[in-house]
């Protein structure tokens, strides 16, 4: 079955404490990149990657670190998580060609950072 | 540089009458434009999308949408309401060929009896 993983699902943390969100899509797809969501405010891309090596910012990238070591993984860290960070996060992923660029949503990690 | 702009925060609709959802957006290229759906606690799904062939794009669940160039518009529609079509709505702008997306703050349509 086609899909996007998030690990974990749900997450509360301390200030401070350094954390990873993993991501996993199965697709061969090129392009991944990761969001957040706050009551408002819709979803605001905090990085995003074309293809393996190949990140840049999204529109909040600051207190946010990613990499793209292998093209199926995409991991979202945090070295110093903040409570301004407390909010629910998408991976996404989709292909390079415009007819069929659709991205390809997880299911979501919700953190709270105390 | 992209941006998007849902005209309505909330829209509330009887159930068996039209939805209409606003999108404008702005774009310094020529863009492909999207609507995804949110169910509450879920996660995000496709409804449709424009990415520079038919001006009039249908999707899932009986949706449309028509893209107007001169308007900067894109607007979401459908003939008659379903309570299964109360979620939240998002329109997504994005250079051709991926790259940084830009989403609405969202339209939540609620569905009456």
């Known amino acids: 079955e086609a899909q996007v993983t998030q690990n974990p699902r749900y997450l509360i943390t301390v200030t401070g404490k350094k954390l990873t969100v993993t991501c996993s899509q199965n697709m061969n797809h090129e392009y991944m990149s990761w969001y957040r969501q706050d009551p408002g405010l819709g979803l605001r891309q905090i990085y995003y990657?074309?293809?393996?090596?190949?990140?840049d910012k999204g529109d909040v990238p600051e207190g946010y670190k990613v990499s793209r070591k292998e093209k199926r993984n995409f991991p979202l860290i945090l070295e110093s998580p903040s409570p301004n960070q407390t909010s629910l996060y998408f991976c996404?992923?989709?292909?390079?060609?415009?007819?069929?660029?659709?991205?390809?949503f997880g299911p979501g990690t919700r953190l709270t950072v105390l | 540089a992209q941006s998007v702009t849902q005209l309505d925060s909330h829209v509330s609709v009887s159930e068996g009458t039209p939805v209409l959802l606003r999108c404008n957006y702005s774009?310094?290229?020529?863009?492909?434009l999207f609507w995804y759906v949110q169910h509450p606690n879920k996660g995000l799904q496709l409804l449709l999308k424009y990415t520079s062939a038919a001006t009039l794009v249908k999707g899932i669940n009986g949706f449309e949408a028509e893209f107007k160039k001169s308007e900067t518009s894109f607007h979401l529609t459908k003939p008659s309401a379903h309570m299964s079509d109360a979620a939240e709505y998002f329109c997504v702008v994005s250079p051709t060929n991926a790259g940084k997306s830009t989403f609405g703050d969202g339209t939540t349509l609620t569905v009456k009896p």
């Open positions: 774009s310094s290229y020529s863009p492909s």
């Open positions: 990657s074309m293809n393996v090596e190949v990140t």
């Open positions: 996404a992923s989709s292909s390079w060609d415009q007819y069929s660029d659709t991205q390809y």
